[in-house]
């Protein structure tokens, strides 16, 4: 089997495990525990936030483990919009994910205004948009470095000094960017952004959120005060030593991978008919192609590749098994139909040239199959 | 710490192991992949092994599986609960906005509520405790009957968290059930060491976590009836019936299931050593501190206290004092809850008992559990007496300074 959904979920680094082991076993304590026990569990889990800062170039307070994702996603949004006591409006992209768009519907529920920006063909928010979008009482904006569906990074630099020059917060998601893209907050000049442990080699449970210290943020989660106060609830020593861990190893440059996929994207294009691929062509993550086949049925494709050994999906494995086109992709501007017929190929540094020529092989012949049932058929 | 000198942990209701079973379901879950939303072959067989788990979570705890909904732990299944409810009942009739609870919660229940009312303007009433730590229902039934319509959801823990008094949920049930209140219980302490059956117990949501009952941190429950909706704390993906998004932590559900399993098919047996524990325990502390007072109530059994914690008061101490040396002798307690830990204040549940301020910061709690023998309830007996001795002098000279201070100015 060759697995290339790791958009979805990546397996867990053995070197991860390894690090994670003492914390599942003898070294059990709570971190709040003011005994040997609990003090080395917490000073595993200081070094851990010391190891993530030094990858985001932040400040050890500004660094809170959170259960994932998703509650990273939910505690910026709300967090910070609950927190600015004139704040009334919101802007996001269309292309969020679930977690960033679902907190702003949320918070439009109560009484916040909500923009969503549009994006072009590629999948880019446009600045001028941005620029045009922001108001004196806009409390946040929140766009992702990466897209989970499509590859496409955005020019978050940019888009962050815009709302960094009117004193506006700026949250990114960088759920899929994280493990290939540069997570320097300065340079990024964001006060906040997300990240997810399982997406980078380490297990699912936990996340991090950097929230600059200088932002007021609300809590999502109250109680005994851990993290600063930030994000109540016994700490997972296991998991932020495994994402700590796993950001470390995810580093180094990305060019072996961006070829690969440039080759695999290649032959996709001319070998099989009618496939288009989705996203921007050069800003994308490395480990990311996308494509639609349009008059094909995504669905019977995936099952194909599977048989064939081929792991991959149709879009977010959070929206799978809905009949909803993907809103990545009509807002992309791809109608239902053709939107219903993605498969997305998500890869890591692991995975070979090998492997994505097997890929390429098995979409080859699956075409081969589809078009000359078309032909039989008479359609 | 003495690397030659074994650790003696009496601290379980801190935290406590993971029972063996369950370290090895996780390390071999976590060497799979798989998103259990994910339509593919590894996606369903991680959905396949979620699903798995949540029945066997339910059927441990007396639920059915649909009301059984993960999430990160205890502290956020008590926010999900409390908030959720109270802004869901809210938005159905403006004028429900009281919150009922108690004096005694965790800071899990407290600081939300405290929070709610705070920001979002909620009235909070707070039930009044006996000497014992439990509850006094008829207060709570005053407090429900002034005004039924607007109270919005009553919360009453299981088991107390530092004196392990068991609360009368069944009483707190009745009152609100009367008035179509939902009642939520956090029995997070309850569910290692008591019995549950949620279907039994008529409350309409229980907050239960995995790291307290031999399973890992970062993985708890909110078991919680169909019909009720509380608003999500966390959007997205729509996981767990829509009440809490996110991807679910495969090898963190199936090893909170195994360790549910374990200790609960254990139970009976286990509890009952930990009850003969325990009186070893406090005969020994008794023996060595004859004017030592074990607080809480002293009956055993399931309607009265946990079998697995002991909280003493030594007149005249300072418990942050003992708890160093006690900690310097490998010997690991606490004064509390882990959870207030670095905050030196004096304890909010013994305020509530009636407990003054020095008696209330001249205590400790020892929390027994699955790993616990009579080794380390004698090597605590043995130590204790030096390290009382000691701290009562260090009292003494600190107040004779204090009050030279005081004195000179």
């Known amino acids: 089997m060759i697995y290339l959904d790791e958009a979805a979920t990546t397996p867990l680094k053995r070197d991860v495990l390894a690090a994670m082991g003492p914390y599942l076993g003898p070294e059990f304590g709570n971190p709040s525990s003011h005994h040997e026990v609990g003090e080395a569990a917490l000073r595993a889990l200081d070094q851990a936030r010391a190891d993530v800062a030094a990858r985001l170039g932040a400040r050890t307070g500004e660094i809170t483990f959170t259960s994932g994702g998703t509650e990273s996603d939910n505690a910026a949004v709300k967090g910070i919009a609950l927190a600015q006591p004139g704040g009334r409006h919101v802007v996001i992209s269309a292309i969020e994910h679930p977690a960033v768009l679902e907190s702003a519907a949320f918070l439009g529920r109560t009484g916040f205004e909500v923009t969503t920006l549009g994006v072009d063909h590629d999948g880019l928010v446009s600045p001028d948009d941005l620029a045009a979008a922001l108001r004196d009482d806009t409390t946040l904006v929140s766009i992702q470095l990466a897209n989970n569906e499509v590859g496409t990074v955005q020019p978050v630099a940019e888009l962050a000094a815009l709302a960094g020059a009117r004193g506006i917060p700026f949250h990114t998601d960088a759920v899929q960017a994280a493990g290939w893209l540069d997570l320097g907050v300065s340079r990024l000049g964001v006060q906040a952004l997300s990240i997810s442990g399982h997406k980078i080699g380490a297990p699912k449970g936990v996340g991090v959120l950097y929230v600059q210290r200088r932002t007021p943020i609300e809590p999502l989660i109250h109680g005994g005060g851990q993290e600063s106060g930030r994000r109540s609830g016994t700490e997972n020593v296991a998991g932020a030593v495994g994402l700590a861990a796993a950001l470390q190893m995810a580093s180094g440059p990305a060019d072996e991978v961006i070829a690969r996929r440039d080759a695999f994207i290649a032959r996709v294009e001319s070998e099989v008919p009618g496939a288009v691929l989705t996203g921007h062509r050069t800003h994308r993550l490395p480990g990311s192609a996308s494509f639609v086949f349009p008059g094909t049925s995504g669905e019977s494709i995936l099952l194909d590749l599977e048989r064939r050994g081929i792991v991959s999906s149709s879009g977010s494995a959070c929206a799978a098994g809905s009949d909803e086109p993907s809103h990545v992709l009509t807002a992309l501007g791809y109608d239902r139909e053709v939107a219903q017929t993605a498969v997305r190929f998500t890869f890591g540094r692991s995975t070979t040239e090998a492997d994505l020529a097997q890929a390429a092989d098995a979409l080859v012949a699956i075409a081969g199959n589809v078009s000359s049932a078309t032909t039989l058929n008479g359609r | ?409």
């Open chain 2, 1 to 409: 710490m003495n690397d030659s000198r074994p650790t003696v942990y009496l601290d379980h209701a801190a935290t406590t192991p993971m029972v063996p079973e369950a370290i090895a379901v996780m390390t071999e879950e976590l060497a799979r992949t798989g998103n259990a939303s994910s339509l593919h072959g590894s996606g369903r067989a991680a959905r396949r092994t979620v699903e798995e788990a949540r029945e066997l979570i339910a059927e441990k705890l007396g639920a059915r599986p649909s009301e059984v909904v993960f999430c990160s732990g205890g502290t956020e299944a008590n926010n999900l609960a409390i908030k959720g409810l109270y802004w869901s009942r809210l938005a159905q009739d403006p004028a429900c906005n009281r919150i009922v609870f108690s004096a005694v919660e965790h800071h899990a229940l407290l600081d939300p509520v405290t929070w709610l009312a705070i920001h979002e303007g909620a009235r909070i009433d707070t039930t009044p405790v006996g000497r014992e730590g439990r509850i006094v229902v008829d207060a709570l039934r005053e407090a429900v009957e002034s005004d039924p319509a607007s109270v919005a959801a009553v919360t009453t823990m299981w088991a107390n968290n530092e004196l392990g008094t068991v609360q009368p949920v069944a009483d707190v049930v009745a009152i609100a059930r009367e008035h179509g209140i939902p009642v939520h219980s956090d029995a997070v302490q309850a569910a290692g060491y008591l019995p549950l059956d949620f279907g039994a117990s008529g409350l309409d949501a229980m907050t239960v976590t995995a790291h307290k009952l031999g399973g890992p941190v970062g993985i708890g429950a909110l078991v919680i009836g169909r019909e009720l909706q509380p608003t999500p704390l966390l959007h997205g993906g729509g996981q767990e019936r829509d009440l809490r998004s996110g991807t679910i932590g495969v090898p963190l559900i199936a090893a909170f299931a195994k360790a549910l399993e374990v200790t609960v098919d254990r139970q009976a047996e286990m509890s009952a050593r930990i009850e003969a524990l325990r009186a070893r325990m406090v005969d020994g502390i008794r023996r060595v501190v004859p004017d030592a007072i074990v607080n809480g109530d002293p009956e055993p059994g399931p309607q009265h206290r946990l079998p697995n914690i002991a909280h003493v008061t030594f007149p005249g101490c300072e418990g942050d004092a003992m708890l160093m040396l006690l900690d310097a002798q490998g010997i690991e307690c606490s004064t509390g809850s882990a959870c207030d830990a670095g905050v030196p204040q004096p304890s909010h549940v013994l305020l509530a008992m009636g407990y003054d301020d020095v008696a209330a910061r001249g205590s400790l709690r020892f929390s027994l559990g699955h790993t616990s023998t009579e080794a380390d309830v004698d090597a605590l007996i043995a130590a204790l007496s030096g390290v009382h001795e000691r701290a009562l002098s260090a009292a003494q000279v600190r107040s004779t300074f204090d009050g030279t201070v005081r004195s000179a100015s």
